[in-house]
């Protein structure tokens, strides 16, 4: 596996002299970009990000730039609202009984045939559009739109989206003719559109009138392949895994603190890289 890093070596060494310690590491060059490569994959699990630079850092030597962006295969639930009244998906009948403790004395027979007039579709949690848009009479002409938030910024392309179907399988709406949808808020008001907004956060609308009525299960329901990533890795970025990766050097005693270092300590010096390394990325939380 590439040892792909979001900074160089020489902005660790950098930061490293910025902290008055030794610029350069003795040992094999391997233990720093080791240390820069574990703290970005940290980074990016932890701030839910990617960066890439497409030409690459040209200072780069012993660690790869990542050069385009990431894709990522999730399963995801469709939101159900929080709570549901006995009954209250039914579609309602002609006949009603009177008793209103009928629901409580009906049998399994009752119960069978209460399930027959269920509209699973009403459970539905709505994000975007009338809360009301699922109870008859449905107009499917305005779309109904309930929200997955993805589980990375950034989102740039729909690869693959799978739709559970009445019969149980999936549907591939963005491979499929019969359904219309992308990245971008341009894509708003077709079956399936994902926002991206100004903090990188990106939410996956689905119309709900576009699935099947009778849907089997709402758990695992949505698979989807896309890729994400932010091009151009920010100066802080770079900084903030430079300071992170040298916090490590100095724990693990790879880098030898001078006498005269105006420290207390080991730990207080890796206490120092690592609070300027979460000052830098504070404008990503």
């Given at each position: 596996?590439?040892?792909?890093?979001?900074?160089?070596?020489?902005d660790?060494?950098?930061?490293?002299?910025?902290?008055?310690?030794?610029?350069?590491?003795?040992?094999?060059?391997?233990?720093?970009?080791d240390?820069?490569?574990?703290?970005?994959?940290?980074?990016?699990?932890?701030?839910?990000?990617?960066?890439?630079?497409?030409?690459?850092?040209?200072?780069?030597?012993?660690v790869?730039?990542?050069t385009?962006?990431?894709?990522?295969?999730?399963?995801?639930?469709?939101?159900?609202?929080?709570?549901?009244?006995?009954?209250a998906?039914e579609?309602?009948?002609?006949?009603?009984?009177?008793?209103?403790?009928?629901?409580?004395?009906?049998?399994?027979?009752?119960?069978?045939?209460?399930?027959?007039?269920?509209?699973?579709?009403?459970?539905?949690?709505?994000?975007?559009?009338?809360?009301?848009?699922?109870?008859?009479?449905?107009?499917?002409?305005v779309?109904?739109?309930?929200?997955?938030?993805?589980?990375?910024?950034d989102?740039?392309?729909?690869?693959?989206?799978?739709?559970?179907?009445?019969?149980?399988g999936?549907?591939?709406?963005?491979?499929?003719?019969?359904?219309?949808?992308?990245?971008?808020?341009?894509?708003?008001?077709?079956?399936?559109?994902?926002?991206?907004?100004?903090?990188?956060?990106?939410?996956?609308?689905?119309?709900?009138?576009?699935?099947?009525?009778?849907?089997?299960?709402?758990s695992?329901?949505?698979?989807?392949?896309?890729?994400?990533?932010?091009?151009?890795?920010?100066?802080?970025?770079?900084?903030?895994?430079?300071?992170?990766?040298?916090?490590?050097?100095?724990?693990?005693?790879?880098?030898?603190?001078?006498?005269?270092?105006?420290?207390?300590?080991?730990?207080?010096?890796?206490e120092?890289?690592?609070?300027?390394?979460?000052?830098?990325?504070?404008?990503?939380?």
């Amino acid at each position: 596996m590439a040892d792909v890093g979001y900074c160089t070596t020489e902005d660790l060494r950098r930061a490293l002299r910025k902290a008055n310690l030794p610029g350069d590491v003795n040992q094999d060059p391997q233990i720093a970009v080791d240390a820069i490569v574990s703290r970005t994959d940290w980074l990016e699990k932890t701030y839910s990000r990617h960066w890439y630079e497409p030409d690459g850092i040209s200072e780069a030597s012993d660690v790869d730039i990542p050069t385009s962006a990431n894709t990522r295969d999730d399963e995801e639930d469709i939101a159900t609202r929080a709570g549901m009244v006995h009954g209250a998906s039914e579609n309602e009948r002609h006949r009603t009984r009177k008793n209103s403790d009928a629901l409580l004395e009906a049998g399994p027979r009752y119960e069978r045939r209460r399930k027959h007039y269920q509209d699973p579709k009403e459970e539905i949690r709505i994000a975007f559009g009338r809360p009301e848009s699922l109870e008859p009479p449905v107009d499917d002409t305005v779309p109904a739109y309930t929200r997955i938030t993805l589980a990375r910024k950034d989102a740039k392309t729909i690869n693959t989206l799978s739709v559970v179907n009445d019969q149980g399988g999936f549907d591939d709406w963005a491979a499929s003719n019969d359904y219309s949808g992308g990245v971008g808020n341009q894509h708003r008001g077709e079956d399936y559109w994902a926002r991206v907004n100004n903090g990188g956060v990106s939410e996956l609308y689905l119309d709900v009138h576009a699935m099947d009525d009778d849907i089997p299960s709402f758990s695992n329901a949505v698979y989807i392949d896309f890729d994400y990533g932010h091009e151009g890795i920010p100066r802080n970025v770079r900084r903030a895994v430079a300071n992170w990766a040298a916090a490590d050097l100095v724990e693990e005693a790879v880098v030898e603190i001078p006498q005269n270092a105006t420290v207390y300590g080991v730990d207080t010096k890796a206490e120092e890289l690592e609070r300027k390394a979460e000052e830098l990325m504070e404008v990503y939380e």
